[in-house]
């Protein structure tokens, strides 16, 4: 892959930086820039926003708006985003002003199932085994290609498993096409999963690389539900290759900034190994935000020192952790309730080691990320054991 190299890094001194994006994970970008001393303004159309709300100037524009690009051009000495899916294009515009990572060819490929399992296979790590499926000749090439039973996910867009269909015939699958407006897609071996993991890389303009510790992800309904580190049921052998793995990626991407893989652990070796990657973001993600309570350098902390081009050590864990997402589900008593209500926040305060974060969203939904909470603990045993405690306390399942 041909990546061309990343801006320059901005100037000492810089006082304000941009991040294109107001969800959550802006939100405590702002926040790490923010003890750091920098100003922070935010890029994003919604006017009641996670990161917006903590941003210290809240542009409330398009991503593309040309006058709102000019504007960060003009007062930032930076720029960053916050979700894969920020129009490339104005990455593109502002990196032709201001220092921009992650640089957006990098983004273009996380954007895009295709393309990313082609990153995979040019830097030798494996995947599940995928067709693309674009057309009806394709289509019925993947019928056939030994991928059933498997998933049919669309190659844009996607995430907490929107916009993927289990498929186990040929029927299925062409009926699934159907239901995702026949948009471009891969379809991907159902593999047996023992364990999910991912590895958060930070990659600086030097090439040089750190990483946080292997993390392990329980998902629920294809949304993540709790993270555990270290990862209980990892060997270090396949640790230190999915963190290879990782840095092997973001090094062939040519990336700058932070970057999240997540993997497969099958639950016997396939051909290809145990390990294989599922999928890529470019920015940082919900299986890290362990690392602001459990980590030296938490994932926003090398987001900023990326973007920053300041020094870059490789971050150390110094508590084990559990990280529990707090859904809009708990605001509601049941699946039929109709009221939302706040959920019992001092039960689980009152248990030590226990930070609760909230997102500062208004409207609590089902499936909807509120806020998660990290306990951390002196060993692993102790802080399972208190998140179990917070999980009943909440009504969440055990784990
Ligand atoms: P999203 O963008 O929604 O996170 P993923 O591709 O990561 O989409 O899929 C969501 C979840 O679905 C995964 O975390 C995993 O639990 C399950 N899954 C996805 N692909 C496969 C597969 N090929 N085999 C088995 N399980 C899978
Ligand atoms: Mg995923």
Redesign the pocket.
């Known amino acids: 892959m041909n990546m061309p190299s990343p801006a320059a890094a901005p100037a000492p001194g810089a006082r304000r930086v941009a991040v294109l994006g107001g969800g959550q994970l802006g939100r405590m970008f702002v926040h790490a820039a923010q003890v750091a001393g920098l100003r922070v303004t935010v890029l994003e159309p919604d006017p009641a926003s996670p990161a917006g709300a903590a941003a210290n100037h809240h542009l409330a524009a398009a991503y593309t708006d040309p006058a709102a690009l000019e504007v960060l051009a003009a007062q930032c000495a930076a720029a960053t985003t916050e979700f894969e899916n920020v129009p490339a294009d104005a990455l593109r515009h502002l990196a032709r002003h201001i220092a921009v990572s992650p640089p957006a060819d990098a983004v273009e490929v996380c954007q895009h199932r295709a393309r990313e399992k082609a990153c995979f296979l040019a830097a030798g790590v494996p995947c599940?085994p995928f067709a693309v499926v674009d057309s009806d000749a394709t289509l019925a090439g993947a019928a056939c290609a030994g991928l059933l039973p498997?998933?049919l996910?669309t190659a844009t867009l996607?995430?907490?498993?929107?916009?993927?269909v289990s498929v186990d015939s040929a029927q299925a699958l062409a009926a699934a096409w159907q239901q995702l407006g026949r948009a471009p897609c891969v379809l991907?071996?159902?593999?047996p999963?023992a364990h999910?993991i991912s590895v958060i890389v930070a990659r600086n303009r030097d090439g040089r690389s750190v990483h946080l510790p292997v993390q392990q992800?329980l998902?629920r309904d294809?949304i993540l539900a709790v993270t555990q580190v270290p990862a209980p049921d990892l060997g270090a052998d396949l640790a230190e290759q999915a963190v290879a793995s990782a840095r092997r990626l973001a090094d062939t991407l040519g990336y700058v900034g932070v970057l999240c893989v997540?993997f497969?652990v099958l639950a016997d070796a396939g051909p290809e190994g145990r390990l294989v990657a599922?999928?890529m973001a470019p920015r940082p993600h919900n299986s890290g935000h362990y690392s602001i309570d459990a980590c030296d350098l938490s994932q926003f902390d090398l987001q900023l020192r990326t973007l920053m081009d300041w020094p870059l050590p490789m971050p150390r864990l110094h508590s084990p952790a559990v990280m529990l997402n707090l859904l809009g589900d708990l605001w509601f008593d049941d699946a039929a309730a109709t009221t939302a209500r706040e959920p019992d926040w001092p039960a689980v305060l009152a248990l030590p080691g226990v930070r609760l974060h909230l997102y500062g969203k208004a409207a609590p939904r089902r499936a909807r990320k509120m806020g998660h909470l990290t306990v951390t603990a002196a060993t692993a045993a102790e802080a399972r054991a208190v998140a179990l405690q917070a999980a009943a306390r909440l009504g969440l399942p055990p784990f």
């Not at 996607?158 to 993927?164: F, N, T």
């Not at 991907?188 to 593999?191: T, V």
């Open positions: 599940a498997g998933i996910k996607g995430y907490d498993g929107k916009g993927q991907e071996k159902r593999l999963l999910e992800n998902h294809g997540e497969f599922n999928e």
